[in-house]
């Protein structure tokens, strides 16, 4: 079990939705910031949207409106609600969390939104 471990990714079409979660309970420090970044092949990784601890949200452009970041603190987990899903959004995407101590990435979760 790694300290952050993502689940939910897959094959969608477009238009579609899928949620993603990260559970957060192998890190065992305060988690000032978590978040979702995505690599897509040949391209640099991006932040996608971030929370911080007192619930403040962040995203990048291309998915607002459409995505919603969220974490439930009391159950270690961040999540990423995906809706109308573009051939763009296809990636592999890591979850992210940010502690005064270090800094945590899952390995990652594809995600692949067919046209």
């Known amino acids: 079990h790694g300290y952050l471990v993502e689940s939910g990714g897959g094959l969608v079409q477009a238009g579609g939705s899928l949620r993603l979660s990260c559970d957060s309970s192998?890190?065992?420090?305060?988690?000032?910031?978590m978040a979702w970044y995505r690599q897509a092949p040949g391209k640099q990784r991006e932040l996608v949207a971030s929370?911080?601890?007192?619930?403040?949200?962040n995203y990048t452009d291309s998915v607002k409106g459409r995505f919603t970041i969220s974490r439930e603190n009391d159950k270690n987990t961040l999540y990423l609600q995906m809706n109308r899903l573009k051939p763009e959004d296809t990636a592999v995407y890591y979850c992210?969390?940010?502690?005064?101590?270090?800094?945590?990435w899952g390995q990652g979760t594809q995600v692949t939104v067919s046209s």
């Open positions: 929370v911080a601890s007192g619930g403040y949200t």
């Open positions: 192998g890190v065992f420090f305060f988690i000032n910031v």
């Open positions: 992210f969390a940010d502690t005064a101590i270090r800094d945590y």
